[in-house]
Structure formats: structure tokens, C-alpha cells
């Protein structure tokens, strides 16, 4: 097993497949993380948001069991971290942001994180960092089946099934995931002296998935992948107020997404297209608002890369059409807005350079985009780097780059308070860093660290106006530095492995502009936004046993922008024992899990309680066979 190896010029592995994207190849000066897949494997039953806050030092900011999580990294709020489907950007252009909560992890065979600015490879939304979430096809696997399914505390209760049926040139992967549960938690209420112990009330959800996977080699020279993702959630929302809790959300989310690759000597391309359909239905019957936020996203992208002995160049075209409401090119800009009925287009053009010198010890990549919109204006963004393999054991990287983050939907014609003449946010990063790699005989050792430092500037924040609702306006510039550090040791001997993570986080992200003239946020940390944050994994395997421990650690939040009340750190520890067993080709494995061993009263964001100390116990069953008769390539 490789634990949560980087994609970096330490370890360098030959391609042997006929898929990627430009993440792997113009972006070894950046830091990259993958999450194993035994890690991935322990999470299968959990969503996206637990897996990140539990295996990253990314900070989820959760608002309690069951409900959004976003995320945050280095410094940069939900709207700054690009979620990416197998190349795709899924951010949600209306919210500009993807709530984790509802993304099972069972879904993808390969999730890695990207930090830093990336906009020049991804568009818009890249500017703290990347989560790619990618479905590599699998040949030749026979029948594989996978049925889990588990109970735990506050009547959850979850199944999941993976079918993958490979024989030559076609594989079927299908994928199934239910989750339900009563999620009546106890938590303290420390505002209550009398009565601190409750439950959570009206706070019950559902969440179901269906992910179909068809993949197609054509030849030993093309591939095509046809997928369809189906996500659906029903949460009912609790209150934390006197009045009794009457809301209610609904989200629907189909995403269908086709690719061609190929790839024969020094050329390779690919073509891929993606269809979105998300919508967001909020009601609060107390209040009398029934909200629906539907919107249609069309992406069809090409690249084109040519590869020498030394040198690589990549370029690409990426046409984006998001529609939101009942839009007709024929309405008045009235109906428009009182329908919020609106299209943005934009049309993307990058092209990417890659040199390798002194037998690839020195690799030198950079990249340019430029957009055009029908609506907005995007600035030129760009990105450049080095690696250096000074020794067998010791690299180290420099990057610098030109981010941005178009301004929602939302900001722009919500009604009342939009925007329409808002600018794209844009920052601008310097990050580098070392990485240091040692093995003697069974023990394996690696330790890097580094550093960044962003300025972005035309920051978008929501404000009161000169009438009686908020709009949006590029008032904030923000400051954001600090470090980034992990260490990993690993032992290996005969039929054991004991393997020992840390990572470690420190954000200073700090507003640089008043935004009027009684504010006191000036020099001040941003609200939620941790200083500290650190994650911890050791974890014990012999022969089919294993013993996970995970351990987190969040500083001080900060509620109010000029920094006078905070959110109390946490520090949390979570247990996963499992133990798995063979019988020819059925195999079956017996887990359990407990959260939150120490029983510690948290929140992550302010009056969202978490639960208490809280189980799972499940089983696992699996059946393989291969094919007697097996087509190889």
C-alpha cells in the first residue's frame, strides 16, 4: 500500500494509460496529494466533506450532521476551491460553490487535491486550490460485485453496491448509494446552565446516488468513457431559535459527462463534453419562502498535446454555457429578472509548455488562459513553475500564478440586490517548497514543506445598500500567507505495516481594505477561517486486520470580522477496526467505526452543534471472477 502519495518528481512512475488531463502534466511544481486507496477505501461509506476533514488539512465548514459542508483552502472561502469531475469544472455557477455533504466517496476510484491557483488550467473558482474526483476505467476485471451495508447511531442506516462487469473492449461500472437517517443527536448547549443536554430536532435526511460507467476501447491507441451521476437529498433543517423549524431542502443533481482519448506516439488528444442539470429547492413555510435555484451548465472542451524527448505542448479550447430558469433569448430584461432568467457564455483558450532538462532533474512547465464572456469581464490568468531533483533524496519547487473567480449568478442578477457591473475577482500567489525522501530497507520516510503567499484583490462581499436589502460589491482585498507541511513514516516486515501521517496547516488571511467607515476588520483574520489546523493518521494492518486511527485538530475561528468573538478550538479522534475474510472469490470484511472517541462538545460553525460520540458497524461483501478467457492489449 502507498499512503497519500503526491504527484511530484520524487517518485516518478511511467504513464501507462491513455487518459489524463493537464493536472498530470503541467503541474509537478505545485503540491498535489492522493488519497490512498485503502484511505478512500475506510471512507466508503462516508461523504466527500468527511473524508477531506478527516484525511486533509483542508478546512470543511460544516453546519452540522447532515447538512452543507464547504470547504476552505489556504485562506480562501467555499467560492475558491474548483471542484473537478474527470477534467470538469462542477461548481454550481449560481451558488459558486459544491456542498461535500451529499458527495459519497464510493463514488470515485481516484481523489486528489491540488494547492494553490490553478485558473489557468481550470477556469474560474481555482484560486485556494483543486479537488479532482476522477473515474479511471478498469478492463478486463471479469465480475466484481461490492455490497456494503452498515447502521449506526441516530438510526442511520446505509448501503452502497459497486458492479463492475469487464470482459475485452467494453466495462460496465455501476454504482449505488442510500443513506438515511433520524440524525436526532445529542449535543451540550452551553448557553443552557440547567438543561445543556438536547437533541437535535427536525433534522432527519436522505440522501440517494446512481453513478453508470461505459467505457469503450476502441483500439490499443483510443478510449471513450460514457458516464451518468445521479445525486438526490431531501434534509429537513433544524432551528436553533424559539420558533419551531419549518424548513426544508431538496436538491437534484444529474451530471452526464463523455470522453474520447487518444493517444499514439508523440500525439495525444482528447475530447470531452458534460451535461449539468442542478437544481435547489429551499422552503420555509414560517416564512413564507418557497425558493427554487435551478441551472443547466453545457462544457465541451478539447485538447491537444504534442511530446518530444524533452519538451511538451498542450493546447486546449474550452466552450461553457450556463442557463438558469426558464431562460428565452426573446424575454424582456423585466421578465428576466423577475423569472431569474439568465445565460453566461464563455469561450476559453489555454495553451501549456513543459521542458525537462539534465536528465529530468530540472522541469520547467507554464501555462496561459485567456476567456471571453458574454456578461463579464476575465482577466488574462497564467501559471509557471520549477522542480528541481537536487539528489535521489531531496526536491524542491517554486510556483507562481494568476487566479480568478467570476462573480456568481447570484451577484449578478439576484432580485433584489444584484450586481451586474461586478468584477472577477483575481489574486496573485507565490508559493514554494521542499520535499525530502529517505528508505532504508523496510522503513520509509518523507517529509516536505511549504510555503505561499496570495493577494487578491476585487474580493465580492454581500453589504447592506442604500435601500432595504444587501448587494454585492469588489470592496475586499485580502491577504493570505502560511505553511503547509507533511510527514510520513512507514515499516513494513513480512505480513505487518505501521504507517504514521501528520499534516499540518497555518493560515494568516487578512483584510487589507476597509469597507467603511465604522468597520474593524482592517488587518484582521477572516471569519472561519482557522489559523491552525493539523491531521493525523496512524494506522496498524496485519495480515487482514487493520486498526485506523484518525485525528484532528481545528484552532480558533474567528465569528465577527474585527476578531472580538471566536468559535473554541476542537480536537477530535475517530477509530475504524476492520477484519476481512476469503473464500475462493467471495470475500467479506467486518467494520466498525467510532467518531468522536472523546465525546468533545464542538461546533464547527457558529450555533450548528455536531454530534457527540457516535458509532457505525457494517459489513462488507464482495464476490470476483474473471473471465476464463481474457482480451489483452
Known amino acids: 500500500m502507498q499512503s497519500q502519495n503526491r504527484d511530484t518528481g520524487l517518485y516518478r512512475l511511467k504513464e501507462i494509460t491513455i487518459t489524463g488531463t493537464r493536472y498530470e502534466k503541467l503541474m509537478s511544481s505545485k503540491k498535489n496529494i492522493h488519497i490512498d486507496s485503502v484511505i478512500l477505501g475506510s471512507y466508503s461509506t462516508s461523504s466527500l466533506s468527511d473524508l477531506l476533514a478527516n484525511q486533509s488539512t483542508i478546512h470543511v465548514k460544516s ?21 473537478l469531475w474527470n477534467g470538469l469544472n462542477i461548481q454550481n455557477a449560481l451558488l459558486g460553490q459544491m456542498d461535500l455533504s451529499i458527495l459519497p466517496s464510493m463514488f470515485f476510484n481516484d481523489i486528489s487535491l491540488e494547492y494553490g491557483g490553478g485558473s489557468a488550467a481550470w477556469g474560474s473558482g481555482a484560486m485556494g486550490g483543486s479537488i479532482h474526483l476522477t473515474n479511471k476505467p478498469l478492463f478486463n476485471q471479469g465480475i466484481k460485485t461490492n455490497l456494503q451495508t452498515s447502521i449506526g447511531s441516530y438510526g442511520t442506516k446505509k448501503m452502497a453496491s459497486n458492479i463492475i462487469l469487464g470482459y475485452g473492449k467494453i466495462t460496465s461500472n455501476t454504482h449505488l448509494f442510500f443513506t438515511q437517517s433520524e440524525n436526532n ?35 490499443q491507441y483510443q478510449i471513450m468513457n460514457v458516464r451518468l451521476w445521479y445525486n438526490e437529498s431531501n434534509r429537513y433543517l433544524p432551528s436553533f431559535t424559539l420558533l419551531p423549524a419549518k424548513q426544508y431542502q431538496d436538491d437534484k443533481n444529474l451530471k452526464l459527462n463523455a ?128 522542480l528541481c531533483q537536487w539528489t535521489k533524496h531531496v526536491a524542491t519547487k517554486v510556483n507562481a500564478n494568476k487566479s480568478y ?67 454585492p460589491r469588489n470592496v475586499a482585498e485580502v491577504y493570505s500567507r502560511g505553511t503547509d507541511t507533511k ?104 467494520f466498525c467505526n467510532i467518531n468522536n472517541l472523546l465525546n468533545s462538545n464542538y461546533t464547527v460553525m457558529p450555533n450548528r452543534p455536531m454530534p457527540l460520540r457516535n458509532y457505525e458497524v457494517g459489513i462488507t461483501l464482495k464476490y470476483n471472477k474473471l473471465f476464463k478467457k481474457q482480451v489483452a492489449f
Open 185 to 219: 443527536y445529542a449535543y451540550k448547549d452551553v448557553n443552557d446552565k440547567m438543561y445543556s443536554l438536547k437533541k437535535m430536532s427536525h433534522a432527519n435526511y436522505q440522501v440517494k446516488g446512481l453513478l453508470q460507467e461505459l467505457a469503450f476501447k476502441l483500439n
Open 63 to 83: 453546519y452540522g450532521q447532515g447538512n452543507i459542508a464547504t470547504t476552505s483552502m489556504r485562506g480562501g472561502n467555499a467560492s475558491h476551491t474548483a471542484i
Open 259 to 386: 470522453d474520447w482519448n487518444y493517444h499514439r506516439r508523440k500525439i495525444k488528444t482528447s475530447i470531452r463534453l458534460g451535461y449539468f442539470d442542478d437544481q435547489l429547492n429551499y422552503t420555509d413555510s414560517l416564512q413564507g419562502i418557497y425558493s427554487k435555484s435551478p441551472i443547466k451548465t453545457l462544457i465541451a472542451e478539447g485538447d491537444l498535446e504534442y511530446t518530444n524527448r524533452h519538451q511538451l505542448f498542450s493546447f486546449s479550447i474550452n466552450g461553457t454555457s450556463f442557463e438558469t430558469g426558464a431562460y428565452k433569448k426573446d424575454l424582456t430584461q423585466e421578465q428576466k429578472d423577475a423569472t431569474f432568467a439568465h445565460q453566461l457564455n464563455k469561450l476559453a483558450f489555454f495553451a501549456g509548455y513543459r521542458l525537462s532538462m539534465f536528465q529530468s532533474r530540472v522541469t520547467f512547465n507554464m501555462g496561459v488562459r485567456k476567456e471571453l464572456a458574454n456578461q463579464i469581464a476575465i482577466p488574462l490568468t497564467g501559471n509557471t513553475g520549477i
Open 487 to 590: 510527514m510520513e513514516l512507514s515499516y513494513s516486515y513480512k505480513h505487518w505495516l505501521l504507517q504514521s501521517t501528520l499534516h499540518t496547516s497555518y493560515v494568516l488571511s487578512t483584510n487589507q481594505k476597509t469597507l467603511g467607515e465604522n468597520d474593524q476588520s482592517l488587518g484582521r483574520q477572516l471569519i472561519f477561517t482557522p489559523r491552525y489546523n493539523g491531521q493525523y493518521t496512524f494506522l496498524i494492518r496485519y495480515k487482514t486486520s487493520m486498526i485506523l486511527f484518525n485525528q484532528t485538530y481545528t484552532g480558533y475561528r474567528f465569528t465577527t470580522t474585527d476578531n472580538t468573538e471566536w468559535l473554541n478550538p476542537y480536537y477530535l479522534i475517530n477509530v475504524r477496526c476492520s477484519y476481512q475474510y476469503a473464500f475462493k472469490t467471495f470475500f467479506g470484511e467486518l
Open 405 to 471: 473567480r467570476q462573480p456568481t449568478l447570484n451577484d449578478l442578477y439576484w432580485n433584489p440586490g444584484g450586481n451586474p457591473n461586478l468584477k472577477s475577482e483575481y489574486g496573485y500567489e507565490v508559493d514554494g517548497g521542499i520535499e525530502l525522501a529517505y528508505q532504508f530497507k523496510k522503513i520509509k520516510l518523507l517529509t516536505e514543506a511549504n510555503y505561499f503567499n496570495r493577494r487578491t484583490t476585487n474580493w465580492i462581499i454581500w453589504l447592506p445598500g442604500e435601500y432595504s436589502y444587501w448587494s
